[in-house]
T-cell receptor
Framework: NAGVTQTPKFRILKIGQSMTLQCTQD?????MYWYRQDPGMGLKLIYY???????DKGEVPNGYNVSRSTTEDFPLRLELAAPSQTSVYFC????????????FGEGSRLTVL | QKEVEQDPGPLSVPEGAIVSLNCTYS??????FMWYRQYSRKGPELLMY????GNKEDGRFTAQVDKSSKYISLFIRDSQPSDSATYLC??????????????FGKGTKLSVKP
């Protein structure tokens, strides 16, 4: 099992560009999440999904969009990138009843210049 | 007042020392308490999980929750250089769809010197 796989690992964007961060998991987990981690700050929830076709906003959703067409994949779309979106993005998944046991990917480091 | 407070450190200790890491919180609805370990340039991994108040031990690691004081702790006995990482506390009051809506502390960076 690969667990949670994120691509790309690194990316530099110019202001105003758009991109999609990919996330896939092979553990058949229903729940998937996107967090961002800024230096010296805790992880902040961007969006989450409880299953295919169902998504909901987290604490910091502005400037992002998500979709969940399959159990395995949960891509995060950045529209009109801004310097404030420079961060490390983590995708995570958990089984139902996992109660906080999240399995994280290795992260995608995004810089917006 | 922030929901979860955690001293960011850095904390440097000699190998073999007992390490104490702590978080305080303000939301009395929190019932699930977790400690995640994050190595440099890696994703966090769950280290300890506790429900409500009490202690939980797993090898060299002990997690304590004191809900009356809104205070949680992680103790590491006989610390090793391989324990050098950032330790994140996390907590939640939710079950079901929002179970991953964890509130994280900022993390404490620990360095264990040989």
């Amino acid at each position: 099992n690969a667990g949670v796989t994120q691509t790309p690992k690194f990316r530099i964007l110019k202001i105003g560009q758009s991109m999609t961060l990919q996330c896939t998991q092979d553990m058949n987990h229903n729940y998937m999440y996107w967090y961002r981690q800024d230096p010296g700050m805790g992880l902040k929830l961007i969006y989450y999904s409880v299953g295919a076709g169902i998504t909901d906003k987290g604490e910091v959703p502005n400037g992002y969009n998500v979709s969940r067409s399959t159990t395995e994949d949960f891509p995060l779309r950045l529209e009109l990138a801004a310097p404030s979106q420079t961060s490390v993005y983590f995708c995570a998944s958990s089984p139902p009843g996992g109660l906080g046991e999240l399995f994280f990917g290795e992260g995608s480091r995004l810089t917006v210049l | 007042q922030k929901e979860v407070e955690q001293d960011p450190g850095p904390l440097s200790v000699p190998e073999g020392a007992i390490v104490s890491l702590n978080c305080t919180y303000s939301n009395s609805a929190f019932q699930y308490f977790m400690w995640y370990r994050q190595y440099s340039r890696k994703g966090p991994e769950l280290l300890m999980y506790t429900y409500s108040s009490g202690n939980k031990e797993d090898g060299r690691f002990t997690a304590q929750v004191d809900k009356s004081s809104k205070y949680i702790s992680l103790f590491i006995r006989d610390s090793q250089p391989s324990d050098s990482a950032t330790y994140l506390c996390a907590m939640s009051g939710a079950y079901g769809g929002s179970q991953g809506n964890l509130i994280f502390g900022k993390g404490t960076k620990l360095s264990v010197k040989p």
